[in-house]
């Protein structure tokens, strides 16, 4: 489906030069001589390339729609990850880096929704929240209750998270996902 290219959101997928690119950030300019156009800051799915173009209202691009599929996440070896296709049973290996940081995340038995692009994997969807256990966390430091005082913590998986001074080693919480921060403490 062709769009303008002033139409494009954060998030589409786009045919651009012969790859498939997300929209990371988009800024819609208009300046004082010329005709307004979108800057658009595109990474390629394909090979995680960076790029920002400048899109003019006149100029129409190619939306792509990914079909998404439910997977289960079944273990991990080495560098790859290997998921199960839940309708057909069908197992799937794919590289640790195509998931980036969310893949220390990753538990047995998750169910994840993964994009796919003429029945080629282009990224993959954990939860946005998930548990973990705090191995380890610092102790508070006294007489600083002035403001909200975080403090470091060492998760199972071995990300470090900020968390109140009242979370302790052995705690279970909820992170989220995407910007590995502590939500709160699990039930």
Same mark, same amino acid.
């Given at each position: 489906?062709?769009?303008?290219?002033?139409?494009? $959101?954060?998030?589409?997928?786009?045919?651009?030069?012969?790859?498939?690119? =997300?929209?990371?950030?988009?800024?819609?300019?208009?300046?004082?001589?010329?005709?307004?156009?979108?800057?658009? &800051?595109?990474?390629? *799915?394909? #090979?995680?390339?960076?790029?920002?173009? =400048?899109? $003019?209202? !006149?100029?129409?691009?190619? =939306?792509? $729609?990914?079909?998404?599929? #439910?997977?289960? @996440?079944?273990?991990?070896?080495?560098?790859? /990850?290997? @998921?199960?296709?839940?309708?057909?049973?069908?197992?799937?290996?794919?590289?640790?880096? *195509?998931?980036?940081?969310?893949?220390? @995340? *990753?538990? #047995?038995?998750? #169910?994840?929704?993964? &994009? *796919?692009?003429?029945?080629?994997?282009?990224?993959?969807? /954990?939860?946005?929240?998930?548990?973990?256990?705090?191995? &380890?966390?610092?102790?508070?430091?006294?007489?600083?209750?002035?403001?909200?005082?975080?403090?470091?913590?060492?998760?199972?998986?071995?990300?470090?998270?900020?968390?109140?001074?009242?979370?302790?080693?052995?705690? $279970?919480?909820?992170?989220?996902?995407?910007?590995?921060?502590?939500?709160?403490? !699990?039930?």
């Amino acid at each position: 489906m062709k769009i303008s290219g002033v139409d494009i $959101r954060p998030g589409n997928i786009i045919e651009y030069e012969g790859g498939i690119w =997300r929209a990371v950030k988009i800024q819609h300019t208009q300046p004082g001589k010329g005709g307004a156009y979108m800057q658009v &800051e595109m990474k390629n *799915l394909i #090979d995680g390339r960076k790029n920002n173009v =400048r899109f $003019r209202s !006149a100029e129409t691009v190619e =939306r792509v $729609r990914l079909d998404t599929k #439910d997977f289960q @996440f079944l273990f991990a070896e080495g560098e790859d /990850l290997t @998921f199960m296709d839940k309708d057909t049973y069908e197992q799937i290996t794919l590289p640790r880096d *195509l998931l980036g940081d969310a893949a220390a @995340f *990753l538990q #047995d038995g998750m #169910d994840v929704v993964m &994009e *796919l692009y003429e029945e080629r994997p282009i990224s993959v969807q /954990l939860p946005d929240q998930v548990e973990a256990t705090i191995v &380890e966390a610092d102790a508070v430091v006294k007489g600083q209750t002035a403001s909200s005082s975080y403090k470091p913590a060492m998760l199972d998986n071995g990300v470090r998270v900020m968390v109140p001074p009242h979370i302790s080693s052995g705690t $279970r919480i909820v992170v989220d996902v995407y910007e590995q921060t502590y939500v709160r403490r !699990a039930d």
